[in-house]
């Protein structure tokens, strides 16, 4: 059974780990809040996914330190952050990116999505990611003819700004239930398993840009 544990700042994310321990009894779930028992440096994590809930004051190499398989994944939980220290984490390249805001049914997926071996990044997050990649990689982007309907473009331009298919949806003057369609069939045509791929090859391939 694969070994969850997360590095908690809040009673919350301790109430959270307990919920999805008990919804899901193929990981083996556990939280340590490092407020009430104090930085985790001296202690050995024996885990295969460590999910780290970001704060001021924590301190990533000290935790990291105390890892004592190098296979061991490693996300990070992000609430408050600036946008450049937001770059700097992508930049390190972990195996998971986080919202603090996520519902229990999107940890449990991105939870699943890393072990099956893919890098996971919330939607949320991702402007930021692929606007610091366009800033580096600055060309002119172009749309290939065939692969995607006008409508799929304008949608899919959507997910890269970080909208939810009900902003979409809205903005587009389409029904939600048009737009998750249309998700579903951009999601198909691009092979990519969720919005957060679809959004990221779009500007690997310069495809899209953001403003």
Same mark, same amino acid.
């Given at each position: 059974?694969?070994?969850?544990?997360?590095?908690? &700042?809040?009673?919350?994310?301790?109430?959270?780990? &307990?919920?999805?321990?008990?919804?899901? =009894? +193929?990981?083996?779930?556990?939280? +340590?809040?490092?407020?009430?028992?104090?930085?985790?440096?001296?202690?050995?994590?024996?885990?295969?996914?460590?999910?780290?809930?970001?704060? &001021?004051?924590?301190?990533?190499?000290?935790?990291?330190?105390?890892? %004592?398989?190098?296979?061991?994944?490693? @996300?990070?939980?992000?609430?408050?952050?600036?946008?450049?220290?937001?770059?700097?984490?992508?930049?390190?390249?972990?195996?998971? +990116?986080?919202?603090? *805001?996520?519902?229990?049914?999107?940890?449990?997926? @991105?939870?699943?999505?890393?072990?099956?071996?893919?890098?996971?990044?919330?939607?949320?997050?991702?402007?930021?990611?692929?606007?610091?990649?366009?800033?580096?990689? %600055?060309?002119?982007?172009?749309?290939?003819?065939?692969?995607? %309907?006008?409508?799929?473009?304008?949608?899919?331009?959507?997910?890269?700004?970080?909208?939810?298919?009900?902003?979409?949806?809205?903005?587009?003057?389409? %029904?939600?239930?048009?737009? =998750?369609?249309?998700?579903?069939?951009?999601? *198909?045509?691009?092979?990519?398993?969720? &919005?957060?791929?679809?959004?990221?090859?779009?500007?690997?391939?310069?495809?899209?840009?953001?403003?």
């Amino acid at each position: 059974m694969k070994k969850v544990t997360v590095i908690s &700042r809040s009673e919350m994310m301790d109430n959270i780990c &307990r919920i999805l321990s008990e919804s899901i =009894n +193929y990981y083996n779930i556990e939280s +340590y809040n490092i407020l009430k028992h104090g930085q985790i440096s001296k202690q050995t994590l024996d885990t295969d996914l460590v999910i780290i809930e970001l704060g &001021r004051d924590t301190n990533l190499e000290e935790i990291l330190s105390g890892l %004592s398989n190098s296979k061991t994944l490693i @996300a990070l939980l992000i609430k408050k952050i600036t946008v450049e220290d937001l770059k700097k984490l992508f930049q390190m390249g972990f195996d998971g +990116y986080f919202h603090g *805001r996520m519902e229990l049914i999107e940890i449990k997926l @991105a939870i699943e999505s890393i072990f099956e071996g893919g890098q996971y990044v919330h939607p949320q997050l991702c402007p930021v990611l692929m606007s610091d990649y366009i800033h580096k990689n %600055s060309v002119k982007e172009q749309k290939p003819t065939g692969i995607l %309907s006008e409508q799929e473009w304008k949608i899919l331009e959507g997910i890269t700004n970080g909208k939810k298919n009900s902003e979409i949806a809205q903005e587009l003057y389409l %029904s939600s239930y048009t737009v =998750n369609n249309h998700v579903s069939a951009i999601l *198909r045509k691009l092979n990519v398993a969720d &919005r957060t791929s679809a959004a990221l090859k779009a500007v690997k391939h310069n495809w899209l840009t953001i403003p």
